[in-house]
């Protein structure tokens, strides 16, 4: 098991640094503190070939540069918050528009795109880990309160990718964190996600607005595009419906320990995600673009997929969601592990 730390670039005169985490197989995560984002997973496939399995950038530039989110962590609060707007004990609490009139990912400065700090970096016989922090202050982005975040990143020698988040807010404040890696389990990025086959443990999903909101409801999957119950490719799942035309960019409930499975038969890769979130959304990178990644390939509509698991979205507008608030003093937690194997 192996840790190596190298500087990556300069934000502002702040150094970014690159780490990439090892262990005794061969597989590699690397992520820089710009964004906490995830740059590069290397996992094997049935014949023990390494490659990297989600998208990312060469130079700190690109991720500086790039709207989508690549790898990054997503918040204060993940996902969309429609007006962005919410109100809490009577009083009206104002975010910032980033998308339209809505909120998105934490707004224009969100946790995707400041530096974060290394705390703490530990090498253990079968894992290794680095903990990460950020200090959100009162009033970013509208958000009410300080809050000290923490992210921490560990590889097991298992093949396992665990993110833990913590974070203790001085004034009430919703929180609620996710991890926006593009998948592609092929491990060539020039082919499309669409015949990745995908389980989701969970009965319902959240129909949308015309803006990319939960409208509301919370509706059985039973029947639906939304059936991933049992394993089945992105494309089928798709089908010609007209509400995945573009692809999925919807919230999935979770059953109580209910896994995602999502895996890729030509390589044999599979990633199973095991989290305590109550919901997952499925990104399908609708609006991904041509964007010039690592390993010289060019980004497109469906050419990674992401699993942002999470408490629901806009839940503060929701009062029947599961809330996402987060009261002064108390500790708000989440993880999730991504644990890869290969199907021989
Ligand atoms: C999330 C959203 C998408 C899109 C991406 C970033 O996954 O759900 O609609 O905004 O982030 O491009």
């Not at 990143?153 to 609620?176: C, H, K, M, Q, W």
Request: aromatic share 10%; net charge negative; glycine share 12%.
């Amino acid at each position: 098991m192996d840790i190596r730390k190298e500087a990556f670039g300069d934000l502002n005169g702040q150094q970014v640094d690159s780490y990439t985490l090892k262990n005794d197989h061969g597989m590699e995560v690397s992520f820089i503190t710009y964004g906490g984002a995830v740059t590069k997973i290397l996992a094997p496939d049935r014949n023990g070939r390494l490659e990297n399995v989600v998208l990312g950038f060469d130079t700190l530039d690109d991720y500086i540069g790039h709207t989508h989110y690549f790898g990054a962590i997503a918040g204060r609060v993940a996902g969309r918050i429609g007006n962005a707007q919410y109100s809490l004990n009577g009083e009206t609490i104002d975010l910032t528009e980033n998308e339209g009139r809505n909120h998105l990912h934490g707004g224009n400065e969100g946790f995707n795109c400041v530096n974060w700090h290394e705390e703490e970096v530990n090498i253990a016989s079968d894992s290794v880990s680095v903990k990460l922090s950020y200090h959100s202050r009162d009033g970013e982005e509208g958000y009410p309160g300080n809050v000290k975040v923490y992210a921490a990143y560990t590889l097991t020698n298992e093949g396992g990718f665990l993110i833990e988040y913590s974070a203790v807010p001085d004034r009430d404040t919703p929180i609620n964190l996710t991890s926006h890696s593009y998948f592609n389990l092929s491990g060539d990025a020039s082919s499309p996600i669409l015949d990745h086959t995908l389980q989701i443990e969970g009965d319902a999903y959240l129909p949308l607005n015309g803006e990319n909101l939960p409208a509301g409801e919370i509706r059985p999957v039973e029947g639906t595009p939304f059936d991933f119950r049992q394993p089945r490719t992105i494309l089928d799942g798709m089908g010609d419906s007209k509400e995945t035309k573009e692809g999925y960019d919807h919230p999935f409930t979770l059953k109580k320990d209910g896994k995602i499975v999502l895996s890729h038969e030509r390589s044999g890769r599979m990633m199973t995600i095991e989290t305590d979130q109550p919901s997952v959304v499925l990104y399908t990178g609708n609006f991904l673009t041509g964007e010039r990644l690592s390993g010289g390939n060019t980004a497109g509509r469906h050419k990674g997929l992401c699993l942002e698991t999470q408490g629901y979205p806009d839940a503060v507008n929701h009062p029947h969601f599961p809330s996402v608030m987060v009261k002064a003093g108390e500790e708000y937690r989440a993880s999730t592990s991504y644990i890869f194997s290969v199907d021989k």
